[in-house]
T-cell receptor, first 114, second 111 residues
Framework: DVKVTQSSRYLVKRTGEKVFLECVQD?????MFWYRQDPGLGLRLIYF???????EKGDIPEGYSVSREKKERFSLILESASTNQTSMYLC?????????????FGQGTRLTVV | GNSVTQMEGPVTLSEEAFLTINCTYT??????LFWYVQYPGEGLQLLLK?????DKGSNKGFEATYRKETTSFHLEKGSVQVSDSAVYFC??????????FGAGTTITVRA
């Protein structure tokens, strides 16, 4: 089975802190994604990466950055955490087969910024 | 751009009731369509998918048919169980390989 592992299930950070969310996948997938999940808004794409050191902005990149130094690892960075970044963060990885993508998700990190 | 609209919840059903969650989409080209499920405290799991028009995806008693003429992908189950209580997300993937999600529908099944 594909496994996508997020480093923390729950995090509490202070406003202004630099926050790192880590994600590792074990199936050699090219694509990796970071989403945030908020009630009534569904999942919104923050950033995605289609190869090592390659990244593209999603729909809501402001206040976030990412790093992908190795194929299996994709990190989300909150440069200066703010209370409006309190949310559930979901990492996903996917393969591309014949133009059809199927994504596999981690269990999520619930981040609270106080 | 691509977008997905699904019926709002929350929805509460009795066990063995019929479930329908409506999903419509807007996309360029011929997207793939998905239903994901999120059980309490967990990440999303793929429930079923369809990759071309008129395809029917099915899994665990759930079904959805890709209707290009109505741009819809409604999820149905004939007889729900308490264990089906979860949040259900409709999603699509188009030429850029990114997934676009609906807002999610929370389903609670009571015994």
């Amino acid at each position: 089975d594909v496994k996508v592992t997020q480093s923390s299930r729950y995090l509490v950070k202070r406003t202004g802190e630099k926050v790192f969310l880590e994600c590792v996948q074990d199936m050699d997938h090219e694509n990796m994604f970071w989403y945030r999940q908020d009630p009534g808004l569904g999942l919104r794409l923050i950033y995605f990466s289609y190869d090592v050191k390659m990244k593209e902005k999603g729909d809501i990149p402001e206040g976030y950055s990412v790093s992908r130094e190795k194929k299996e690892r994709f990190s989300l960075i909150l440069e200066s955490a703010s209370t409006n970044q309190t949310s559930m963060y979901l990492c996903a990885s996917s393969i591309i087969g014949g133009g059809k993508v199927e994504a596999f998700f981690g269990q999520g990190t619930r981040l609270t910024v106080v | 751009g691509n977008s997905v609209t699904q019926m709002e919840g929350p929805v509460t059903l009795s066990e063995e009731a019929f479930l329908t969650i409506n999903c419509t989409y807007t996309a360029t080209g011929y997207p793939s369509l998905f239903w994901y499920v999120q059980y309490p405290g967990e990440g999303l799991q793929l429930l079923l998918k369809a990759t071309k028009a008129d395809d029917k995806g099915s899994n665990k008693g759930f079904e959805a048919t890709y209707r290009k003429e109505t741009t819809s992908f409604h999820l149905e189950k004939g007889s729900v169980q308490v264990s089906d209580s979860a949040v259900y997300f409709c999603a699509l993937s188009a030429y850029d390989y990114k997934l676009s999600f609906g807002a999610g529908t929370t389903i609670t099944v009571r015994a």
